[in-house]
T-cell receptor, first 111, second 118 residues
Framework: DGGITQSPKYLFRKEGQNVTLSCEQN?????MYWYRQDPGQGLRLIYY???????QKGDIAEGYSVSREKKESFPLTVTSAQKNPTAFYLC??????????FGEGSRLTVL | AQKITQTQPGMFVQEKEAVTLDCTYD???????LFWYKQPSSGEMIFLIY??????QNATEGRYSLNFQKARKSANLVISASQLGDSAMYFC???????????????FGQGTELSVKP
């Protein structure tokens, strides 16, 4: 079945550590996205990529980094520079004109 | 700047009744698309329905319909015959097609939490 796989589902991090969230899609979509969701809030765009080896900052990119070395993969690194990283992270992909297809999300907690 | 506003943080509806979830949007552009997503407590985002700005008829998908009023910049979601499984967060989102090289990103509202009572 085609879809988006995010891992891990739950992740705990100590302050000062970098962590990487994985996102893989087999939908053959060109565009991929990372959103952050805080409790009771909407989704805010962190980074997006329209094509391999290219990506753009979204509204809240500070403290995050991404790479797009393969069409299927768009990992997100939450760096120690992100002051409040505890949140629910959602990865998505699309053709660029249709709806976004989402993964099941990764919940990051900073201890 | 584009903006999506959902003014109802929470809504209650009796099972089998219809409910309307409000969404207003702000854009100065003519070409855009409006989406509704459902987010159950598990966290996944489920696409429900889409309306293009040039679509003359309101979109419908099963029990979901979109009440699109372009002049008022509103795109309300109507759920008919509510079911217990409809209890979830609902998000309205917009894509502005007139923005070049934006990668098809969506801007989301704050969401409405719908609770269906038996």
């Amino acid at each position: 079945d085609g879809g988006i796989t995010q891992s891990p589902k739950y992740l705990f991090r100590k302050e000062g550590q970098n962590v990487t969230l994985s996102c893989e899609q087999n939908l053959n979509h060109d565009a991929m996205y990372w959103y952050r969701q805080d409790p009771g809030q909407g989704l805010r765009l962190i980074y997006y990529s329209q094509i391999v080896n290219d990506f753009q900052k979204g509204d809240i990119a500070e403290g995050y980094s991404v790479s797009r070395e393969k069409k299927e993969s768009f990992p997100l690194t939450v760096t120690s520079a992100q002051k409040n990283p505890t949140a629910f992270y959602l990865c998505a992909s699309s053709t660029g004109t249709g709806e976004l297809f989402f993964g099941e999300g990764s919940r990051l907690t900073v201890l | 700047a584009q903006k999506i506003t959902q003014t109802q943080p929470g809504m209650f509806v009796q099972e089998k009744e219809a409910v309307t979830l409000d969404c207003t949007y702000d854009t100065s552009d003519q070409s855009y698309g409006l989406f509704w997503y459902k987010q159950p407590s598990s966290g996944e985002m489920i696409f429900l329905i889409y309306q293009g700005s040039y679509d003359e008829q309101n979109a419908t998908e099963g029990r979901y319909s979109l009440n699109f009023q372009k002049a008022r910049k509103s795109a309300n979601l109507v759920i008919s015959a509510s079911q217990l499984g409809d209890s979830a967060m609902y998000f309205c989102a917009m894509r502005d097609f007139s923005l070049a090289y934006q990668g098809g990103k969506l801007i989301f509202g704050q969401g409405t939490e719908l609770s269906v009572k038996p």
